[in-house]
């Protein structure tokens, strides 16, 4: 099995003072359950709207980065299917039930320890 990143960008969701809010929160939540329940589901949520910090390698924190692009992650959830295929037909549901575009990506195996 492989791991798949499926996710949106901040902003591509609707805002909170939609009406169809309930209705996308509950799609969203039982897409989600179906995932839990197939056993494809390792995690997953929202984040909120916020500047990401940096930790460097000796411990310095510092806010940032701040790249030039004005697109962020909103939201994303992790699968671990068999194929990219599957995590494409996930990442549908996903987008059927938030009502917005899902990228996927696949994660690098880990190293060897």
């Known amino acids: 099995m492989t791991k798949y990143l499926i996710s949106f960008t901040e902003g591509a969701m609707v ?12 799609a969203a939540g039982d897409a989600t359950q179906e995932a839990m329940d197939a056993g494809v589901w ?39 299917v068999s194929s990219r295929d599957e995590a494409h037909q996930w990442a549908a549901k996903l987008a059927a039930a938030c009502r917005c575009n899902q990228e996927v990506r ?6 060897e320890l």
């Open 42 to 80: 390792v995690f997953g949520g929202g984040l909120l709207p916020q500047v990401a910090s940096t930790v460097t390698p000796d411990g310095v924190v510092t806010d940032g980065p701040f790249p030039e692009t004005k697109e962020f992650i909103g939201g994303f959830a992790i699968v671990d």
């Open 15 to 26: 805002d909170l003072s939609h009406p169809d809010l309930p209705a996308i929160a509950k």
């Open 106 to 111: 696949v994660f690098d195996e880990p190293p």
